[in-house]
């Protein structure tokens, strides 16, 4: 396979036809290295995991069902190890290029997939998102990227990170391509009441630094936007740290007794988050579920079906490589207090190509009613550009 941008996992690849006539035929198709394909070792970005773990006795729901459309599997797709960050830096393996911005990360942990969709590789790729990891690479190759109402697409055959935020999503260059793979990935009956009401979310965009704010602004004359909300009374500062514990704790639920039988080997960063995972108590738990609640109960009030929210997908263009671990880690928490709204409330959310700024992409995001996947794709469809995002 001709990889120039280390989109794709080392080595021999599986390659599986799609099904002739199928509504994707003709489109081919990545699968981060999280998904299992009969026959080969899921390698979740990490050696130790590789080495420890048998090769898959069945596919993964969401690859058989991209094959039974039509769609054509080319090869796995590089992730972050075991999909905890939002970089895509691996140490292991490399970095997958970002083609929109060779000279910045790609985003994580879904960064082979957007690097290989966005580099024209693949017409689309499979992906996982828990804490962002769709939304974020998709903003930073200036892709179109969805989230899906969580637990809407069967996860089996999937290594997972934080289960009750785990969501499998995908890419594309096209927004009619995003739906078309939609279509085959969502249940039927999943289209939900057509969007009627586009709200800003002010305290979204208030996060952005004033450049990058006055950049997206005139991006949004593409919707019909009817007012603008708050989204968290008591700030979305609050939100973060609810998110973290309870994605943490449910981390280490799942991979600490590997983790501590195996003593794998970890690049920068991803130590360090599996090392505080590992200390979150019980009381905060409890805490951050009752909070959680709370959240949910807002969200679920501020955005009823025929209702949509409209925020940036990301805080700013992606950090260059080789961004000081401090720095990195900084953003990345930036991030995290917008892609937490749809990650505590379990909403669906698509980022689309909005502007550059330093000639680099940076994507606006809309968040719809739970079920409402098939409703916001054809949002998206309907109010996406025809042309490639203008230079800010």
């Given at each position: 396979?001709n990889?120039?941008?280390?989109?794709?996992?080392?080595g021999?690849?599986?390659?599986l036809?799609?099904?002739?006539?199928?509504p994707?035929?003709g489109?081919?198709f990545?699968?981060?290295?999280l998904?299992?394909?009969?026959?080969?070792?899921?390698?979740?970005?990490?050696?130790?995991?590789?080495?420890?773990?048998?090769?898959?006795?069945?596919?993964?729901?969401?690859?058989?069902?991209?094959?039974?459309?039509?769609?054509?599997?080319?090869?796995?797709?590089?992730?972050?190890?075991?999909?905890?960050?939002?970089?895509?830096?691996?140490?292991?393996?490399?970095?997958?290029?970002?083609?929109?911005?060779?000279?910045?990360?790609?985003?994580?942990?879904?960064?082979?997939?957007?690097?290989?969709?966005?580099?024209?590789?693949?017409d689309?790729?499979?992906?996982?998102?828990?804490?962002?990891?769709?939304?974020?690479?998709a903003?930073?190759?200036?892709?179109?990227?969805m989230?899906?109402?969580?637990?809407?697409?069967?996860?089996?055959?999937?290594?997972?990170?934080?289960?009750?935020?785990?969501?499998?999503?995908?890419?594309?260059?096209?927004?009619?391509?995003?739906?078309?793979?939609?279509?085959?990935?969502?249940?039927?009956?999943?289209?939900?009441?057509?969007?009627?009401?586009?709200?800003?979310?002010?305290?979204?965009?208030?996060?952005?630094?004033?450049?990058?704010?006055?950049?997206?602004?005139?991006?949004?004359?593409?919707?019909?936007?009817?007012?603008?909300?708050?989204?968290?009374?008591?700030?979305?500062?609050?939100?973060?740290?609810?998110?973290?514990?309870?994605?943490?704790?449910?981390?280490?639920?799942?991979?600490?007794?590997?983790?501590?039988?195996?003593?794998?080997?970890?690049?920068?960063?991803?130590?360090?988050?599996?090392d505080?995972?590992?200390?979150?108590?019980?009381?905060?738990?409890?805490?951050?579920?009752?909070?959680?609640?709370?959240?949910?109960?807002?969200?679920?009030?501020?955005?009823?079906?025929?209702?949509?929210?409209?925020?940036?997908?990301?805080?700013?263009?992606?950090?260059?490589?080789?961004?000081?671990p401090?720095?990195?880690e900084?953003?990345?928490?930036?991030?995290?207090?917008?892609?937490?709204?749809?990650?505590?409330?379990?909403?669906?959310?698509?980022?689309?190509?909005?502007?550059?700024?330093?000639g680099?992409?940076?994507?606006?995001?809309?968040?719809?009613?739970?079920?409402?996947?098939?409703?916001?794709?054809?949002?998206?469809e309907?109010?996406?550009?025809?042309?490639?995002?203008?230079?800010?």
């Open positions: 396979m990889d120039p941008l280390n989109a794709f996992c080392p021999a690849q599986p390659s036809m799609g099904r002739p006539g199928g994707l035929s489109l081919s990545g699968a981060k290295d998904f299992d394909v009969e026959g080969w070792i899921t390698g979740a970005g990490n050696p130790d995991w590789a080495r420890t773990h048998a090769p898959a006795e069945h596919t993964a729901s969401a690859v058989s069902a991209l094959l039974a459309a039509g769609a054509t599997l080319v090869g796995k797709t590089q992730t972050d190890e075991l999909a905890y960050s939002l970089n895509g830096e691996n140490a292991h393996y490399g970095t997958p290029v970002n083609p929109q911005a060779p000279e910045r990360i790609p985003g994580g942990s879904s960064s082979g997939s957007a690097s290989a969709v966005a580099g024209a590789l693949v689309t790729a499979l992906g996982t998102d828990t804490g962002g990891s769709i939304r974020i690479p903003s930073y190759c200036g892709i179109f990227g989230r899906p109402s969580h637990g809407v697409i069967p996860a089996d055959g999937l290594v997972p990170l934080a289960p009750s935020f785990d969501t499998i999503g995908w890419f594309a260059r096209d927004a009619s391509i995003l739906r078309k793979v939609g279509e085959a990935l969502l249940p039927s009956g999943r289209g939900g009441v057509p969007v009627k009401r586009i709200l800003l979310a002010e305290d979204a965009f208030a996060l952005l630094d004033a450049p990058v704010r006055d950049a997206l602004i005139p991006a949004l004359a593409r919707f019909p936007l009817e007012d603008s909300v708050i989204v968290a009374p008591e700030g979305l500062a609050e939100w973060l740290p609810v998110f973290r514990i309870l994605q943490g704790w449910e981390i280490w639920q799942t991979h600490g007794a590997w983790i501590r039988a195996t003593d794998p080997a970890f690049g920068p960063g991803i130590r360090e988050r599996f505080w995972a590992s200390t979150i108590t019980g009381e905060q738990v409890a805490a951050a579920q009752a909070k959680r609640a709370d959240i949910r109960a807002r969200m679920e009030a501020l955005v009823p079906p025929g209702t949509v929210l409209c925020l940036p997908s990301a805080p700013g263009p992606a950090p260059f490589l080789r961004t000081p401090a720095e990195l900084a953003f990345r928490n930036r991030a995290l207090s917008l892609t937490c709204i749809a990650g505590l409330s379990g909403l669906p959310q698509i980022s689309l190509p909005g502007v550059k700024v330093e680099c992409p940076i994507g606006l995001s809309l968040i719809g009613a739970r079920g409402s996947d098939l409703s916001l794709l054809a949002c998206v309907r109010h996406s550009l025809p042309q490639p995002a203008t230079e800010q």
